[in-house]
């Protein structure tokens, strides 16, 4: 059904409906759009615009297609321009003339940035309550291997020996971050629009700060002008999904790159493998590459809003419509890739041999050598070059650090007696990192246990959004 056409003579050719048409994606709007006419029909009813017995009437009828719609016994048909159109006939068929009623004081302007604001509030809260569990997940992976030793990289290359544990740990912290973004964010984006009408507010006397409360909204739009064509909040929300893309991504990376035959050290589970259809001995990380390929389509629904946001005059233009699918396809996106990625980390097993044998290779504890001269009051930039030259000279005759002699150390450094072979052990060197946030392996276990209290608390403060959000939806 169109819900315009009293000044046209022509009607839109069917080229000019195909471009124009958003039903054949934005239906996944009509739960938030019935719920927004609800609390839109109250404040007709409040303002007597409407009297309460048509007002009863469409409330029904409303309701009733609430039921219909999640039922899929009411579907948008050919002829619907959009969602906000195929809900009106719903209501038309069933009221007559009265189903058009609701169309006082409102356009598709404010209607359609309610709706989805709403859609946006209540995916993304689904997201970070997604995010919780991978985080749990994660944790617990890491408090597996809070003991193993591995070597800590910087530029790829063997940097410090770490717990293996405070490795996987860390990308905890980076979703923690993404559940916090989105926290503000749902503070920034709870703002009704509804009363705004096509630009410039209504004659009508609406009160868009009533519908903002009844709509669970913390607050009304201050401009309606603004409160018409800001598209901040999808933005935002898409930015926050491209960066929890990229966590996604970096972990696809380290996945695909310590399961490399080369390192060995990752272990990935059958069921989070795939084969190849030509070399029957293939077992590749699919799920790993897909996570890190997936991040480039959250990037470019980012790129594609900014874009179409740019340089957007005025009020409502119908860019505009153009907010929706980059938003629908990065939360769909994520859905995929949040389980798939959970699981495969839940069941990787990490070679705990292999990287115990390789955590002192490559030199990784000269900085221990540096630091036993400091504790001897040598400075700095001295002990540096001697533990440089150990390295040096290890390289000449090819052996490891703790393999140099007591005279070979002497000659280095007269600091550097036998007893430096001390802090030339893996279990020491890591057992010393005890600074707070250090990969010592008792303070990546107090690390673990304040982050499984922070995802807590951060499903609690989650869950009691998603309740209030479900329990307006059924009002
Ligand atoms: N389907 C449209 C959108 O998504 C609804 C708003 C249409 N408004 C208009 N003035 N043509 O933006």
């Not at 039921?67 to 038309?92: C, I, M, N, W």
């Not at 900014?306 to 994520?334: C, H, I, V, W």
Request: charged share 25%; net charge negative; aromatic share 6%.
């Amino acid at each position: 059904m169109a819900l315009w056409g009293g000044r046209f003579s022509n009607k839109p050719t069917d080229a000019v409906f195909a471009l124009s048409q958003s039903i054949s994606f934005d239906w996944r709007l009509a739960p938030y759009d019935l719920r927004s006419s609800l609390a839109h029909l109250a404040v007709l009813e409040k303002a007597r615009l409407i009297s309460k017995d048509d007002s009863g009437k469409i409330r029904e009828a409303l309701k009733e297609l609430i039921g219909e719609v999640s039922s899929g016994k009411f579907l948008p048909d050919d002829s619907d321009e959009d969602v906000h159109s195929a809900l009106e006939r719903g209501l038309t068929e069933k009221l007559g003339t009265l189903g058009g009623a609701l169309r006082a004081g409102r356009s598709r302007n404010d209607q359609v940035t309610t709706d989805l604001r709403l859609f946006a509030i209540d995916h993304m809260l689904s997201l970070a309550l997604m995010l919780t569990e991978m985080i749990e997940v994660i944790l617990d992976k890491a408090s597996e291997y809070a003991n193993d030793a591995a070597p800590g990289f910087t530029h790829i290359q063997h940097a410090q020996p770490i717990s293996f544990g405070h490795e996987i740990a860390k990308h905890a912290h980076a979703f923690a971050r993404d559940i916090d973004r989105i926290n503000d964010w749902i503070q920034r984006t709870s703002v009704s629009s509804l009363g705004a009408g096509a630009l410039s507010g209504s004659s009508l006397e609406l009160d868009p700060v009533f519908t903002a409360k009844n709509l669970g909204f913390e607050r009304s739009f201050e401009n309606s002008i603004d409160a018409v064509s800001d598209r901040d909040y999808v933005a935002e929300a898409l930015f926050i999904t491209s960066l929890i893309g990229v966590h996604l991504s970096r972990i696809g990376e380290e996945w695909t790159l310590l399961g490399s035959t080369e390192f060995s050290w990752a272990k990935i589970a059958d069921e989070y493998s795939t084969g190849s259809s030509i070399m029957p001995q293939k077992k590749n990380p699919d799920m790993a590459e897909l996570a890190r390929g997936k991040s480039g389509r959250l990037i470019g629904n980012l790129m594609s809003v900014l874009t179409m946001l740019k340089g957007l005059p005025f009020a409502y233009n119908r860019d505009l419509q153009e907010d929706k699918e980059p938003l629908f396809d990065s939360l769909d996106t994520l859905d995929l890739v949040i389980p798939a990625v959970s699981g495969m980390i839940a069941t990787t097993n990490f070679n705990r041999e292999k990287m115990k044998l390789s955590a002192p290779t490559g030199f990784s504890l000269a900085t221990e050598i540096a630091d036993y001269l400091v504790r001897k009051n040598v400075p700095f930039a001295q002990a540096h070059e001697a533990a440089g030259a150990c390295v040096a000279l290890c390289e000449k005759t090819s052996c490891e650090l703790h393999e140099l002699s007591d005279h070979q150390f002497a000659e280095i450094h007269p600091s550097l007696d036998p007893s430096v072979r001390e802090v030339l052990t893996i279990q020491g060197a890591l057992a010393s990192r005890t600074t707070a946030g250090g990969t010592a392996p008792s303070q990546v276990l107090v690390q673990i246990s304040n982050a499984k209290k922070k995802t807590l608390d951060q499903r609690k403060e989650i869950t009691s959004k998603m309740k209030a959000f479900s329990e307006m939806m059924g009002a």
